[in-house]
């Protein structure tokens, strides 16, 4: 069997807010450009955004781009790019006026003008107080963005490619040529040859039990970037958002905090004034989360337990129903709870991959730590890292991220293509996957996609979470190392060619055991705690060492770490107080 082959100037891998928005640049550019992707893109995870996009538009109380700067920067604990992040927070102002113009239905103030809320680690004048940043559409600002952007993208005359899931990257010399992708209604295999290809392909959040990101996010693009030798970027830091609904993960925004919601531990006690005292529950999500933790340890869980409560009941039904309706729908029906009258059971679950393919500001991928540039490559979105979360992200910058990025993704591919010819497409780039899916299909072993992978998302909660130690992350080496050779004995029992979401589950956890592999290697390597990535150990961050990003590749099965100074521009390293 051999492949389909198209041909379009620009391929976008992924239907998400960033990919859709590079879509819809390049077409308005006036590039032929085809959209891959392997769920319905409006089926994306960006569609699960709830809280709102972070923006300095100054609607509600003063407030600037400076600000937002400040504020991003500190919160990723002085890891991310200075120059990158003031690009985004400059760019969030137009963006987010951009989408009204797309037809957005944000909410509104009574003056008519978009409506802004507080967010976790935003505030004003340089950590004075919390402040009223994040524009949203009630509790389903992601949705709203991904219906409006492929609308628009349909206008536009996108062509869609929908549930093709890409596994391999074309890449010689060099320079990308393309994707080969499978598709999943038949199992066929199609080359797409390109000028251009962007990866926008999302969080890999499935590495861990408990978490917000759905089923789908495998960390595929990451995956296929770091098989074919292109580093990937500080993914040691992954972030655990403190309100997942207990025991399920499933995501209770920020949003509900920004609305006036506290955490209470068992004792009823709202103990973030006690480590926060200026923003209280509103301090970013990585100090909440370990807060959290501190509570339990020292028995201030509830009934003894590892959850403490958030409390929305002073909120009154009217906030509730209006600002966070689909928050309390949840609340609802896991829990047979009224978030009006009851305190809700939260714990912290794996949300965001801070690390990811190394991009700069204008989404090109870079294939080195010294950043070398690889022609016709591109990255954006939470796939991408460019880097401006650094060691952790504040609320509503990802939304903010995906779209500013997503769109000089879009012109810079534009720019090459109109520069660049078609580099030819080598000998069969097909054969590698078709000798991978042929390898899925035969294999006989025994062992099981979904026990593989529980054991993998337990090793990684337990041992490489929240808090760390070099004798956690030993472990996790050990286990991950295990269950790699557990996955050359995968047996996949569905062996038709249709919808075989058996196999594609095989190929999603080869993908999460190597993401995980780099991520306990870069994490044992960080020998100091800095925003995310907390090492009992080393509890102390520690500038002089490693005020750097690490750039992870894989050879030969081993994990090689490089390091790349962080660009400082205007705010110096400080103590992170809150
Ligand atoms: C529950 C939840 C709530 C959130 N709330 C907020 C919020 O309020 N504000 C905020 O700023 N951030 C929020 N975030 C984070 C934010 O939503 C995401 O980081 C962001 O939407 C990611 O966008 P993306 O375009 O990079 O990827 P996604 O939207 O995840 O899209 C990835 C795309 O890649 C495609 N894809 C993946 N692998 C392949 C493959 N192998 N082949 C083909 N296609 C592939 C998928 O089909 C999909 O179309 C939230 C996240 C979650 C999980």
Not at 159 to 185: N, P, T, W
């Amino acid at each position: 069997m051999g492949a389909q082959i198209h041909k379009f100037e620009a391929i976008v891998v992924g239907g998400g807010g960033a990919g859709l928005y590079a879509a819809l640049a390049l077409s308005k550019e006036k590039v032929q450009t085809a959209v891959l992707s392997k769920l319905y893109p409006t089926r994306s995870h960006t569609g699960a955004a709830q809280g709102g996009i972070g923006a300095a538009l100054a609607n509600v109380e003063p407030d600037n781009p400076e600000w937002h700067m400040y504020d991003t920067v500190k919160g990723s604990d002085y890891l991310a790019d200075q120059d990158a992040v003031e690009i985004m927070c400059n760019e969030a102002v137009t963006t987010v006026y951009e989408l009204e113009h797309l037809g957005l239905p944000f909410n509104r103030t009574p003056e008519g003008k978009i409506d802004q809320r507080k967010f976790g680690g935003h505030t004003r004048d340089h950590g004075k107080a919390p402040v009223q940043r994040s524009c949203f559409s009630a509790d389903r600002t992601g949705h709203m963005i991904l219906q409006t952007l492929y609308q628009q993208c349909i206008k536009n005359e996108v062509k869609f490619f929908d549930e093709y899931h890409v596994m391999d990257l074309i890449l010689e010399s060099g320079i990308c040529r393309g994707v080969v992708a499978y598709q999943i209604s038949n199992g066929e295999v199609h080359v797409f040859h390109a000028k251009t290809v962007l990866f926008a392909t999302g969080g890999s959040g499935r590495m861990f039990k408990i978490t917000s990101n759905a089923h789908a996010l495998t960390g595929d693009g990451m995956a296929v970037a770091l098989r074919r030798k292109i580093p990937l970027e500080d993914m040691e830091f992954f972030q655990i958002h403190p309100t997942g609904i207990y025991k399920m993960g499933i995501l209770l925004s920020e949003a509900c905090r920004g609305e006036g919601g506290i955490l209470r531990n068992g004792k009823g006690e709202r103990f973030m004034e006690r480590y926060a005292p200026t923003i209280k529950d509103l301090a970013p999500r990585d100090i909440v989360s370990r807060c959290i933790y501190f509570e339990v340890r020292d028995g201030n869980g509830v009934n003894g337990k590892d959850y403490v409560h958030l409390d929305l009941t002073h909120l009154g039904a009217e906030v509730i129903e209006k600002k966070l309706p689909d928050i309390a729908d949840f609340v609802r029906t896991y829990m047979g709870l009224n978030p009006v009258t009851d305190l809700i059971p939260i714990q912290p679950t794996a949300h965001y991959a801070m690390g990811g393919i190394p991009s700069n500001f204008n989404s090109e991928v870079l294939g080195d730590e010294k950043g070398t540039i690889v022609k016709g490559f591109y990255a954006a979105g939470e796939c991408a890292c460019v880097s401006v979360h650094g060691a952790n992200r504040l609320g509503t910058n990802s939304l903010v991220d995906i779209l500013v990025f997503g769109r000089r993704a879009g012109l810079s591919m534009a720019k090459y293509c109109r520069a660049n010819d078609f580099a030819p497409l080598p000998k069969d780039p097909e054969n590698e996957v078709l000798a991978q899916i042929e390898w899925l299909r035969s294999n006989a072993g025994g062992e099981k996609t979904a026990v593989v992978r529980e054991a993998l998302q337990c090793t990684m909660m337990d041992n490489c979470g929240v808090f760390r130690t070099s004798e956690t992350l030993q472990k996790a080496q050990g286990d991950i190392a295990e269950l790699k050779k557990r996955f050359l004995k995968i047996q996949v029992s569905d062996k038709s060619q249709v919808f075989n979401t058996d196999m594609l589950e095989a190929m999603e956890l080869n993908n999460l055991l190597d993401l995980a592999q780099v991520t306990v290697d870069a994490a044992f390597a960080r020998t100091e705690s800095r925003g995310a990535h907390y090492r009992e150990d080393f509890p102390k961050r520690d500038d002089a060492q490693w005020m750097k990003h690490s750039f992870a590749t894989l050879s030969a099965g081993k994990t090689d770490l490089k390091y790349k100074p962080v660009v400082i521009t205007r705010f110096q390293p400080q103590e992170r107080k809150y």
